[in-house]
């Protein structure tokens, strides 16, 4: 039997997560509404992809009962309403990454999937793609020794663009940007809580982080650093270092398909969309959208490879980046 999506929010990635599904077989995921704050977006999109239901309002989509899971597109200060009304619901949930503001939201988030016993799992689609599987399997077999460092750099200029600068649209390189090369340092280090942790960068006139360097220390005397912009072009790449060899996650390594182990490269393409898509390498979505089928069919509430735990330790050190750097949203009640 089909996964059946409901999806909350008419915008781009939105549309492009349904492009992804569109790469899975139909008989295991179908798209069975959507939901916008205006009715004709949500009929727009329906109409694009033959979606049989469209609302012009969240609230809607959390009443109707016909779904299996709700994915969440809509931009990040709208996270805790928007999960909110739907766990409360009882509807499983898919949200798009940062998970919430804060860590006080997340844990808001976490509370409330727990309470209503519904699945819940913020949308880090990296964990989910080919190259990370691999990844995590080097490190498991113990194929790189014991890991060093971990080095990772994400820069794009996008300052043209509002949601990423504006601070009550949720600006800010750190949760749109910096988060996956953080992500990609807790995965490698098993969800570890760093020991130190220390940001310098600036920020722009709006208040929010532009350009940061972060470095991490962890036991064992086992390091971190990445460095993130919204102004500027950085390699994007990522590198991992152990007492035995080395890997490299060559440019995109927010949705790699690339990956050269001590020198050696494979390619993990991904599939080719049906419609053009707003982000690089979207398709790759199909990957959490299928961990997501794969819990449920389990009855699991949360998935192991983005655990709630990791979801919180996120938004803690996040919080605490952003609070070397004098990055205050009004969601920290400050």
């Known amino acids: 039997m089909a996964t059946r999506w409901g999806i909350c929010s ?18 295991e995921h179908q798209v069975v509404a959507v939901a916008a704050r205006k009715l004709e977006d949500a009929q727009e999109l329906a109409r694009k992809h033959n979606i049989p239901r469209g609302y012009g309002s969240y609230e809607e989509l959390a009443k109707d009962p016909d779904m299996d899971v709700v994915y969440v597109g809509v931009i990040h200060p709208y996270h805790l ?5 739907l766990t409360n619901a009882k509807k499983n949930v898919l949200c798009e990454k940062p998970l919430a503001m804060n860590t006080k939201e997340v844990k808001e988030i976490l509370d409330s999937a727990k309470r209503n016993d519904v699945f819940l799992m913020e949308a880090v689609w990296t964990r989910f793609f080919p190259v990370s599987v691999e990844i995590r399997r080097l490190l498991v077999q113990g194929e790189l020794g014991e890991v060093k460092l971990v080095r990772s750099d994400f820069g794009v200029p996008v300052t043209h663009v ?7 649209l949720g600006g800010g390189a750190l949760l749109s940007i910096g988060m996956y090369c953080l992500q990609l340092v807790f995965m490698v280090y098993n969800g570890e809580k760093p020991e130190s942790i220390q940001a310098t960068g600036v920020c722009l006139e709006t208040g929010v982080d532009e350009t940061v360097v972060v470095t991490l220390k962890f036991s064992k005397n086992r390091l971190a650093v990445f460095t993130y912009s919204s102004s500027i072009q950085l390699p994007n790449d990522a590198i991992i270092v152990g007492t035995n060899g080395t890997v490299r996650i060559p440019p995109r390594m927010w ?5 050269v182990v001590n020198g050696k490269e494979t390619q993990y393409p991904v599939p080719e969309p049906c419609f053009s898509l707003n982000f690089s390498n979207s398709t790759g979505m199909r990957y959490e959208a299928e961990e997501v089928r794969q819990c449920l069919s389990k009855g699991l509430k949360e998935s ?17 980046i952003r609070r070397q750097l004098g990055v205050v949203y009004i969601q920290d009640g400050q």
Do not use: N, Q
């Open 10 to 27: 008419a915008g781009k990635i939105s549309h492009d997560f349904i492009v992804a599904l569109k790469t899975l077989p139909a008989e």
């Open 81 to 85: 309403k928007a999960c909110l009304l």
């Open 162 to 168: 509002p949601r990423l600068v504006e601070k009550e």
């Open 255 to 259: 949705c790699p398909t690339s990956l």
């Open 304 to 320: 192991a490879v983005m655990s709630h735990a990791d979801s919180l330790l996120l938004a803690e050190v996040e919080d605490e």
